[in-house]
């Protein structure tokens, strides 16, 4: 069965940066884009970039564009979101999910606290 | 490209039916996803393409529209459809999600 598993929770001070992984199973991981997407606490989601894992292209939102860098390795099926110069406003819950036509997996999300 | 959902909230009984509206600020054709998110939970797919069912999904939902207005219908609410639903656009990026419909049931 498909599952994406995410890296664990994350504490970084302001201008740190962090990385979250997200290991694939269950499908051809070059198969798929995959997507990642954030959502602070009692908040809506937002959508950060995309990266397909053949090529390495990639595509982020311009809120993040000089600050994510998205990756991946094929070789154990993972890919990666860093983010750099955290603030506090980016402590959040960070998914990563698999687009097929819509995003129809996800990871079980990272939390990453920024705070001083 | 601005996703906008409403209403914001929505209180129900079991048993009743209720639609919720997403429209985007320009045309999308059919690429709209509908998810429903659970507290401590990630999203999950229900819909895309506007109106197609996702695998596993009860049949008492259902998605219409296409162009730049959909809706989300629930039929029959049961007690675990109490959450909360994002549509999303995946016609252009950057990706866009409404700002969610949170469903109370009475």
């Known amino acids: 069965q498909v599952q994406l598993v995410q890296s664990g929770a994350e504490v970084r001070k302001p201008g740190a940066s962090v990385t979250v992984s997200c290991k694939a199973s269950g499908y051809k991981f070059t198969s798929r884009d995959m997507h990642w997407v954030r959502q602070a606490a009692g908040q809506g989601l937002e959508w950060m970039g995309w990266?397909?894992?053949?090529?390495?292209?990639?595509g982020s939102s311009p809120e993040f564009y000089d600050r994510v860098t998205l990756t991946r390795d094929t070789s154990i099926r993972t890919a990666y979101m860093e983010l750099r110069n955290l603030r506090p406003d980016d402590t959040a819950v960070y998914y990563c999910?698999?687009?097929?036509?819509?995003?129809?997996?996800w990871g079980q999300g990272t939390l990453v606290t920024v705070s001083s | 490209i601005q996703m906008t959902q409403s209403p914001s909230t929505l209180s129900a009984f079991v048993g009743d039916r209720v639609t919720v509206t997403c429209r985007a600020s320009q045309r999308i054709d059919q690429w709209l996803a509908w998810y429903q998110e659970k507290p401590g939970k990630a999203p999950s797919l229900l819909i895309y393409?506007?109106?197609t069912l996702q695998s596993g999904v009860s049949s008492r939902f259902s998605g219409r529209g296409s162009g730049a207005e959909f809706t989300l219908t629930i039929s029959g609410l049961q007690p675990d459809d109490s959450a909360t639903y994002f549509c999303q656009q995946y016609d252009a990026y950057p990706y866009t999600f409404g700002q969610g419909t949170k469903l109370e049931i009475k």
């Open positions: 990266i397909n894992p053949e090529s390495g292209a990639t």
């Open positions: 999910a698999r687009q097929v036509s819509g995003m129809d997996y």
């Open positions: 393409e506007a109106s």
